[in-house]
């Protein structure tokens, strides 16, 4: 694994001064570099803002927090693109199949983006992504010693040609 894509769950957390403090120390932890977001997570922040009242007194802050949040993984913000949805569509499918239920679309399209981009995807939400075969980390609960990230040949998000 080459790195860690961020569920929102995770980006929310961080945000939050008071958050779990073992969330905050494993972020410390990391080599920033090796932080991804995805555009969704972008996508669920602009939901939440847009949700609210257009006079809401918490509307800039969220704007500031939103622009801040881009401009920090500039060049770390992965797309959807059809890789990601054929294998989300596979995903989905596949666990539709095997347990009967319609998996949340946001959370496997996550672990549709960390299997391609061959990363680890941070969340709480395992229940949700548990049968995608994303390699997953709850940054509340697990061991990081038990993941092991390794140099990556790519020379750019996507890249798949050696140095």
């Known amino acids: 694994m080459i790195g860690w894509l961020l569920d929102t769950n995770v980006v929310a957390?961080?945000?939050?001064?008071?958050?779990?403090?073992?969330?905050?120390a494993w972020a410390a932890?990391?080599?920033?570099?090796?932080?991804?977001?995805?555009i969704l997570t972008l996508g669920e922040y602009e939901k939440?803002?847009?949700n609210l009242p257009e006079d809401s007194p918490i509307r800039p802050r969220i704007?500031?927090?939103?622009?801040?949040?881009e401009a920090r993984f500039a060049g770390r913000l992965l797309p959807v693109n059809d890789a990601v949805v054929?294998?989300?569509?596979?995903?989905?499918?596949?666990v539709k199949r095997a347990t009967g239920q319609t998996p949340p679309v946001i959370?496997?399209?996550?672990?549709?983006?960390?299997?391609?981009?061959d990363m680890y995807l941070a969340t709480r939400n395992i229940?949700?992504?548990?049968?995608?075969d994303a390699a997953l980390f709850n940054p509340w609960t697990d061991?990081?010693?038990?993941?092991?990230?390794r140099k990556t040949a790519r020379t750019g998000i996507g890249a798949r040609r050696p140095r």
């Open 48 to 50: 939440g803002l847009h």
């Open 13 to 24: 957390e961080l945000a939050n001064p008071h958050g779990t403090v073992r969330v905050h």
């Open 86 to 94: 054929r294998r989300w569509g596979a995903i989905s499918g596949a």
């Open 143 to 149: 061991d990081p010693a038990s993941c092991r990230l």
């Open 63 to 69: 704007e500031g927090a939103l622009a801040a949040l």
């Open 107 to 117: 959370d496997t399209m996550l672990a549709a983006i960390a299997l391609e981009h």
């Open 127 to 132: 229940r949700d992504v548990q049968h995608s």
């Open 29 to 38: 932890a990391q080599d920033e570099r090796r932080l991804y977001l995805s």
